[in-house]
């Protein structure tokens, strides 16, 4: 019981954060932030204002993605926007790029920068990564950036997008782990769950995650373990941008921190 009641608050607190980012005027985030986690200026640039303002991921999974001209795209956690909007300039007219988001905020944002970018090969859709609502062999290309570590049931997202995509397709994502395995002490400072580090679980938990759900030749694109420095960049601003939330309760020098890691990984559905 106490473990759906915490998934439960989990799910609450994770859409609350980013309901009030998606309401936010002004961030810390924008293009510098979006151009410190791996965008290129030119990406940065074709991209509106208000959608870079809510940019709250740890790496940008399009470049691992390999997409082409005419695939449908799936963007889990699709928040304002910015991986949908690359994909479908990727996959050109013929394509489609997908989002799904549990914020309802984040959706009508998303789908107002969209009719005001003119772009007619992009979707999004209210919904939850671990229930998507997506018919099943239907996508060629799956991303996410910063969101699967935020779920309470990864093993059912990773299921979830194993179900969706067609036999040979694919799943790219930039996500947060933690590079060793915490202690206990460390382990309860950590669980903040929308600051993108309390819900995050060791690389090789999470590969085999994706393993048990059907996914093959996966492989660790890159892996790059946060300095305090960069975290306290990414997560203590006090307009809580970067992954989603401040860090009032952990000090950005406590050992813990300096386990996580973002990595990005690349996996095929044979």
Not at 34 to 54: D, F, N, W
Not at 191 to 219: H, V
Not at 224 to 237: D, N, Q, R
Not at 254 to 266: C, P
Request: glycine share 10%; net charge negative.
């Amino acid at each position: 019981m106490s473990d759906s009641i915490d998934e439960i608050e989990i799910r609450k607190a994770v859409k609350d954060r980013y309901s009030k980012l998606a309401n936010t005027k002004s961030c810390c985030g924008g293009g510098e932030y979006a151009s410190r986690i791996g965008y290129t200026k030119e990406e940065v640039s074709v991209l509106p204002g208000e959608v870079l303002e809510v940019s709250a991921g740890c790496g940008n999974p399009t470049a691992i993605a390999g997409l082409k001209a005419g695939e449908t795209v799936l963007d889990l956690g699709s928040g304002g926007g910015i991986d949908v909007f690359l994909s479908a300039r990727m996959v050109g007219p013929e394509g489609k790029a997908i989002g799904i988001d549990a914020t309802p905020e984040m959706v009508w944002k998303a789908r107002k920068a969209a009719k005001e970018m003119g772009m007619a090969n992009v979707e999004f859709r209210l919904g939850e990564i671990e229930c998507m609502p997506v018919e099943s062999n239907t996508i060629d290309v799956v991303i996410s950036n910063c969101v699967i570590n935020l779920s309470p049931d990864k093993g059912k997202v990773f299921r979830e997008a194993f179900r969706v995509l067609k036999p040979g397709g694919r799943i790219a994502v930039s996500d947060m782990v933690l590079a060793e395995e915490p202690s206990a002490d460390e382990r309860e400072k950590l669980r903040l769950w929308t600051s993108c580090i309390g819900g995050a679980i060791p690389l090789q938990e999470y590969i085999e995650k994706m393993t048990e759900a059907g996914f093959t030749d996966i492989n660790i694109e890159s892996k790059h373990v946060y300095t305090i420095e960069e975290l306290a960049y990414m997560l203590s601003e006090p307009s809580g941008c970067g992954c989603g939330a401040p860090m009032p309760v952990v000090p950005v020098s406590d050992g813990g921190l300096s386990k996580v890691a973002s990595v990005r990984i690349t996996a095929i559905k044979r």
